[in-house]
């Protein structure tokens, strides 16, 4: 950070100071770019990490805590029991919505294509 003092930015640089200014800058960027990705993965590591409690993961879920209980006792949310408590994963909660995607109309049709063509060339190579 001390090098901006050295180029005001306000000021216009001249062809001889290009080469440092670019290389300063350059410096600072791959700089910030590394302080970024570092916070990203703090924040995915703490947030996947979390323990919810029921309340929470409702919540997350946009749920009713009936609901969720409801959910538990069939055995369709990934749950943990200490005692009387119930702890819900963050990120299993996250994979738990993912998999409920349901697939649009082109990725079908597209899976489909590749079934058949892989049968067909099934079929043609047992002849």
């Known amino acids: ?4 003092n050295e180029f005001n930015l306000a000021e216009k640089l001249t062809f ?15 700089e910030m770019r590394r302080l970024l990705v ?6 995915q590591t703490s ?13 997350l879920l946009n749920l009713t805590v009936p609901t969720m209980y409801s959910k538990v006792s069939k055995g ?5 029991k200490r005692g009387k ?8 909660l ?7 995607r349901k697939k649009s109309n082109a990725e079908i049709e ?9 049968k067909k060339k099934g079929l043609n190579n047992g002849k």
């Open 94 to 100: 996250m994979d738990y919505i993912k998999e409920g």
């Open 47 to 59: 947030h996947e990490d979390d323990l919810l409690t029921i309340q929470q993961a409702s919540e």
């Open 38 to 43: 570092e916070n990203q993965e703090q924040v």
């Open 76 to 80: 369709e949310l990934p749950v943990m």
């Open 16 to 30: 001889d100071q290009l080469p440092t200014a670019v290389s300063m800058l350059i410096k600072e960027v791959s």
């Open 85 to 92: 408590r119930l702890y819900f994963s963050r990120a299993e």
């Open 1 to 4: 950070m001390k090098e901006y």
């Open 110 to 118: 597209a899976e489909a294509e590749a079934y058949l063509s892989n």
